[in-house]
């Protein structure tokens, strides 16, 4: 991404260009990498959320949610070129997500959020989505 240099009240710094595209807002491919490496890191030792997960390794997993969140945010479109449409809630389905679950998965994702150290305005975007989308999966009560 190119740099303006900008000089203010004596001091010089660099001033990012401008983007609406969030995704490269807020660091593309190595921000949605490190969200998702640290919410899977909570998930590897959560007993309510990794048997939810049928893989002995979260790998492919983390590789799913990166691709849906990066196309999501304005990243590559490889989600879509390999699995089709999202189809959340239908691909959720089969597992039993209640408010107890909902929960567990919104204190990781919270973590990964806040590991990122977005500026505000980009934290509370990113957080508004992932909060609705949690919350909008739960299919059973606990």
């Known amino acids: ?14 001033q ?5 595209n969030f995704y490269e807002a807020i660091g593309g491919h190595a921000t949605f990498v490190q ?21 002995q390794d979260l790998g492919p997993a983390k590789e799913r949610l ?14 879509g070129e390999q699995r089709g449409h999202p189809r ?3 691909r959720h389905m089969p597992f039993r997500v209640g408010p107890q679950a909902r929960d567990h998965w919104l204190q990781h994702m919270r973590a990964a959020v ?8 980009h934290e509370a975007t990113l957080w ?7 919350h909008s999966m739960v299919n059973a009560a606990d």
């Open 66 to 79: 990166l691709l849906f969140l990066e196309q999501y945010w304005g990243g590559p479109k490889a989600y």
């Open 88 to 90: 959340l809630r239908m």
């Open 114 to 121: 806040e590991a990122l150290d977005l500026a505000p305005l």
């Open 1 to 14: 991404m190119p740099v303006e240099r900008l000089v203010a009240a004596g001091q010089t710094f660099n």
């Open 35 to 55: 969200l998702v490496d640290v919410f899977y890191d909570g998930v590897a030792d959560d007993e309510v959320l990794r048997p939810m997960y049928p893989e």
């Open 128 to 134: 508004d989505y992932l909060d609705r989308a949690a």
């Open 16 to 20: 990012p260009e401008y983007t609406d």
